[in-house]
């Protein structure tokens, strides 16, 4: 079992940057794999981010790719997603996501999800 506590959600002007941290407890966090994901009003729930063991492997969306990063820090059981450039279409809840084995972009194959955090662009 994963449990994951989000945290670094707000509300911030066109251009701003924000830094969700997810933080997880549970046995060997280093062998799942993490993902992003963020829903929009009247949208379905969409992989902005993942990141494989060890932080070998990393995806971006297209529509955040050289604004987002995502990192991971296995000693301190936490991953991160560091958002620059913020658009008011990046307005949406956010989540934490973790996966059994290798990294997935796809929503159904995660096992573990947090409880998601606001993120507000304004304009």
């Known amino acids: 079992q994963v449990q994951l506590v989000e945290s670094g959600g707000g509300l911030v002007q066109t251009g701003g940057s924000l830094r969700l941290s997810c933080a997880a407890s549970g046995r060997s966090f280093s062998n799942y794999a993490m993902g992003w994901f963020r829903q929009a009003p009247g949208k379905e729930r969409e992989c902005v981010a993942a990141?494989?063991?060890?932080?070998?492997?990393?995806y971006h969306a297209d529509s955040v790719k050289g604004r987002y990063a995502i990192s991971r820090d296995n000693a301190k059981n936490t991953v991160y997603l560091q958002m620059n450039s913020l658009k008011p279409e990046d307005t949406a809840v956010y989540f934490c996501a973790a996966r059994r084995g290798g990294i997935g972009t796809i929503r159904t194959t995660y096992d573990y999800w947090g409880q998601g955090t606001q993120v507000t662009v304004s304009s």
């Open positions: 990141i494989g063991w060890s932080a070998g492997t990393t």
